[in-house]
């Protein structure tokens, strides 16, 4: 019987294929849009952070920043480098999303991604930089129908496109598939169905909505960036007594003209959010 040691010594990795292994992050904020009568309540909309591709493959199409981990480094330390070198944008924190490792996502070859989620709680002008020609932020919106196709809408500006996928139930959970030609490479569009659908099942248990808001808050941000993640519209009293073991009072309002002050609230301590071992703290 041979040691360990032994074993090592004689062992060759080079015997065996070795896959490639990226990082991809998907990057969301929540962008206030006030009407132009201050009788009218602010509306949030959900954003996400994409990049143009400078080089091949899919060169000049939208995709989520991100890139291929160094030897080195872990794959959490790649997305965190990755968003920073393709928009100047740094995650706070990132969520844990899952693999993706269809055997053809990728035409350069055996490319397996590990993806993440990062929710930003403020405004952030992204740059493009590394192999990215633009950096931009898009609203985003999410359908899911009863037959199981879906439709992500994307615009930013001038630019709007929308990518229909059919979505099914696998022995690992939901998967995703496109069903058209779209402008965002690789199979991103199916992380980001994937990260959107994932949002808006958390965003219903109360969960990541306090991510996207400020240390303090109003029940009426608060429900409206649940509502936006959710798409369910939620009776104010109803959505009070719902949130009601999540929050907490504080002794302060809101300040400006317009609008009666209305009281700021801040999440429990230990709620509303994902729990410690599964978020990567940066």
């Given at each position: ?23 991809d ?63 100047g ?94 402008p ?20 219903a ?10 240390a ?9 960036v ?57």
């Amino acid at each position: 019987m041979i040691t360990e040691q032994e074993f090592l010594q004689n062992y060759n990795i080079g015997d065996y294929d070795r896959p490639s292994v990226t990082a991809d992050v998907v990057i969301f904020r929540m962008r206030t849009v006030v009407g132009n009568s201050f009788r009218k309540d602010p509306k949030s909309i959900l954003s996400v952070l994409l990049i143009r591709r400078g080089e091949h493959p899919f060169r000049n199409e939208w995709a989520l920043p991100g890139g291929f981990v160094r030897m080195t480094e872990t794959v959490e330390v790649c997305a965190l480098r990755e968003a920073q070198e393709e928009t100047g944008v740094t995650p706070n924190a990132l969520l844990y999303l899952g693999v993706f490792s269809a055997v053809d996502r990728d035409p350069r070859g055996r490319i397996i991604s590990n993806a993440f989620t990062c929710i930003l709680n403020g405004d952030a002008t992204p740059t493009a930089g590394s192999d990215a020609s633009d950096a931009r932020w898009f609203d985003v919106s999410f359908r899911e129908d009863p037959d199981g196709s879906c439709l992500i809408r994307l615009q930013s500006d001038e630019i709007g496109f929308d990518v229909h996928l059919s979505e099914r139930r696998t022995a690992y959970g939901t998967a995703f598939t496109t069903e058209d030609r779209h402008p965002l490479a690789f199979d991103h569009a199916s992380i980001l169905a994937t990260a959107l659908k994932q949002l808006r099942e958390r965003a219903a248990r109360f969960e990541v909505i306090f991510d996207f808001l400020p240390a303090e808050f109003t029940l009426f941000a608060l429900q409206n960036v649940q509502e936006t993640l959710t798409g369910i519209p939620v009776a104010p009293a109803n959505f009070r007594r719902k949130v009601a073991d999540f929050v907490e009072e504080t002794e302060n309002f809101t300040q400006g003209a317009g609008h009666r002050p209305a009281k700021l609230y801040t999440r429990k301590n230990g709620t509303g959010h994902r729990p410690e071992t599964e978020r990567s703290k940066l």
